[in-house]
T-cell receptor, first 115, second 109 residues
């Protein structure tokens, strides 16, 4: 069975550029989560969707970050404009239900470097 | 608020046991545990639910003390494959997990 699919796996871009990260959740899962992982801050939840609707975006750092889920099989996380401090590994995860009593399945992540 | 995990790091020999603790300042509805190997994604280990139900696998067990707002992960007869960073993710019924800072486990031959 296909797991959570993220693209790209690696992204290196210059400060000020727009960055778009993509995620395809496991088919049938109705919750999707975007996390950011850094050495300093650990694994942080940025935003999560349930049935394609954003439920909690309190972890989104600032207005430069936005996320969408136009349908049940696709989500994007966009950073515009990007800054060096956005460099991190970004994970997408999906689960059945609301992800509280069911496992969250993580994608392989996107390693983002902003120069 | 981020839960507190202890210890931050532990080194074991194969076959030894380890306990990783997770404490939260909030009342808990459930606790998730994940393991992450270097350069890889976190992988689900176990969920502990209020009321004592557990969902997990392998030779790993855990406990969940609702009153103390704590959970512990028990790794018995550790294997080399157990090496990695372990994260707890308590849920206070807010709809999201807040992960701890992680406990790094290294198992040596």
């Amino acid at each position: 069975d296909a797991g959570v699919i993220q693209s790209p796996r690696h992204e290196v871009t210059e400060m000020g550029q727009e960055v778009t990260l993509r995620c395809k959740p496991i088919s049938g899962h109705n919750s999707l989560f975007w996390y950011r992982q850094t050495m300093m801050r650990g694994l942080e939840l940025l935003i999560y969707f349930n049935n394609n609707v954003p439920i909690d975006d309190s972890g989104m750092p600032e207005d430069r970050f936005s996320a969408k889920m136009p349908n049940a099989s696709f989500s994007t996380l966009k950073i515009q404009p990007s800054e060096p401090r956005d460099s991190a590994v970004y994970f997408c995860a999906s689960s059945l239900g609301q992800g509280l009593t069911q496992p969250q399945h993580f994608g392989d992540g996107t390693r983002l470097s902003i120069l | 608020q981020q839960p507190v995990q202890s210890p931050q790091a532990v080194i074991l020999r194969e076959g030894e046991d380890a306990v990783i603790n997770c404490s939260s300042s909030k009342a808990l509805y459930s606790v998730h545990w994940y393991r992450q190997k270097h350069g890889e994604a976190p992988v689900f280990l176990m969920i502990l639910l209020k009321g004592g139900e557990q969902k997990g696998h392998e030779k790993i067990s855990a406990s969940f003390n609702e009153k103390k707002q704590q959970s512990s992960l028990y790794l018995t007869a550790s294997q080399l494959s157990y090496s990695g960073t372990y994260f707890c993710g308590p849920n206070s019924n807010t709809g999201k997990l807040i992960f701890g800072q992680g406990t790094t486990l290294q198992v040596k031959p």
